[in-house]
């Protein structure tokens, strides 16, 4: 049912995702699927079109919708290329070996996007997260409210469940291992626009997490989940929407009954919908624990805080998830900020 409303309002901002593997099997099935399901225009990377000609005729793949690139520099947007020749230049590639870059898959879908060519950004079927990620901040950047990039992934509770009725955001599972405080304040402002791009009429309501809730234990490690928690109020103060607070207990954050004994006061407390982890080991930890123990279905992760959406897989992805992972990417283009 979530995925049914976000397909829905995929398909209503006639957007197009271009794929950097365009000629990796699964990628070009996603894509031709996308297409001609009419959630979005769809276009594939490769050095060769023929390779793409090959995977389709092999596995009976109609790419008859599906736009296939070559990468040219006369596809990329004149100042796109000279703001990214430039940026490089800054750290030591000469002029031409920036050029060549353009031309590599992953960094020239990433300037096809910061063209306004595309909504968006899918790749990572055969390649590392550190390739995608670095492709994506050379060619895109972060966006003008954070410094960092970081992800999260949407947590989708089974029917029925007797605690969490509406998915849910954990921040940062998969990227950064141990983020400072304003680091972990960057991930939380990231997190509160993806929540409003996937969930527009729900008021974020964010629990910096820990083994303490407000005071009842005393170490140092809890300094930069309070301080973060006080930044990220700061940062929100004029928008009075969204609410956050910290340091919470998981239970204290999720059950009503144990949040109001625990904290009050609290305007977070027992009902949070965006949960923000302080270091990688427990967001990865928690995420799958409620996936194989909470039988919740896991979507990530999706990567936030760059200036345009550019989304990593998993190299054991399935073209279900590649095709979820696209529709995620069109919803984050509604926010610059995604």
Known sequence: MVFKKFIEDAKKLKGK?????????RTIEAAARLAEDGVCKTAAVTVDKKNIEKIAKDKKIDVSMVEILVPALELIDKDVLAWFIETRAAKGLAEEDAKKLALEPLHFSALYVKSGKANGCVSGARSAT???LRAALHGIGTSKDTKLIS???LMVPPQGHPLVKKPILYSDCGVNPNPNTLGLKDIAVA????????FPEEPPKMAFLSFSTKGSAQHRVLEKVIEASKLTQEYFKDDAAVKVDGE????AAIVPSVGQRKSPKSPVAGQANIFIFPDLNAGNICYKATERLGQFTAIGPIVQGLAMPFNDLSRGCSVQDIYHAAI?????????NC
């Open 17 to 25: 995702i271009i794929f950097g593997e365009g000629d990796e099997e």
């Open 130 to 132: 550190s390739d995608v």
């Open 151 to 153: 992800s999260f992934f």
């Open 191 to 198: 997190s509160v626009s993806s929540f409003r791009c996937l």
């Open 248 to 251: 919470l207990q998981f239970d």
């Open 328 to 336: 995620i990417t069109l919803l984050q283009s509604k926010n610059s």
